[in-house]
């Protein structure tokens, strides 16, 4: 059984468009996060989710918008897509005590985002 | 400043040669904890190892151990024994504080095992 799953797996479109990419977790945890992989495979947080509510936002361009309809989901919409949207982009869960920083988290297989 | 930082780019290891992954890192934060992802070709994120900033002992699983030097800020990865499936890139991490954080990145080392 998978535990976090992104669709899709990759995902080709044109500068301009609007595309979605959706993530699932079963793992029960309550914390989800996207994260962004560069062409020089440097992987920076983007957004973190904590039962639904957005905790953590990284200067993400606005064109950016994370939606969490329940916590086990967390997807990103993208309008207005440019060619440095490019990459590798990783939606991850972990269980969060907010006491100790030792709870690692589950990142889903990724998907391959290429604007034309 | 980084926060993390992995000094080698590339690592060439022969088949079960022993082989150790330098990570250093930058934190004012008493808290912290340090981890070790693998990704190999196929590129999913792979969690290897766990060290807290309080822990005592370092850290092991399996043919994995982390050699946490704390008072030099350092946070080696050392695999025994490699394996040909161990040729992936590993990247170290580090999450500070109690509360929600994130994980902050290193750039990775690329590891390639040849028989």
């Known amino acids: 059984d998978t535990a976090v799953s992104q669709t899709p797996k990759y995902l080709v479109t044109q500068m301009g468009n609007d595309k979605s990419i959706k993530c699932e977790q079963n793992?029960?945890?309550?914390?989800m996060y996207w994260y962004k992989q560069d062409s020089k495979k440097f992987l920076k947080i983007m957004f973190s989710y904590n039962n639904k509510e957005l905790i953590i936002n990284e200067t993400v361009p606005n064109r950016f918008s994370p939606k969490s309809p329940d916590k086990a989901h967390l997807n990103l919409h993208i309008n207005s897509l440019e060619l440095g949207d490019s990459a590798v982009y990783f939606c991850?869960?972990?269980?969060?005590?907010?006491?100790?920083?030792?709870?690692?988290?589950?990142f889903g297989p990724g998907t391959r985002l290429t604007v034309t | 400043a980084q926060k993390i930082t992995q000094t080698q780019p590339g690592m060439f290891v022969q088949e079960k040669e022993a082989v150790t992954l330098d990570c250093t890192y930058d934190t004012s934060d008493p808290s912290y904890g340090l981890f070790w992802y693998k990704q190999p070709s196929s590129g999913e994120m792979i969690f290897l190892i766990y060290?807290?900033?309080?822990?005592?002992q370092n850290a092991t699983e399996g043919r994995y151990s982390l050699n946490f030097q704390k008072a030099r800020k350092s946070a080696n990865l050392v695999i025994s024994a490699s394996q040909l499936g161990d040729s992936a890139m590993y990247f170290c991490?580090?999450?500070?504080?109690?509360?929600?954080?994130?994980?902050?990145f290193g750039k990775g080392t690329m590891l390639l095992v040849s028989p």
């Open positions: 060290q807290g900033s309080y822990d005592q």
């Open positions: 991850a869960s972990s269980q969060e005590l907010a006491i100790l920083p030792s709870y690692e988290q589950y």
């Open positions: 991490a580090m999450r500070e504080g109690r509360g929600y954080s994130t994980l902050t």
């Open positions: 793992l029960g945890h309550d914390t």
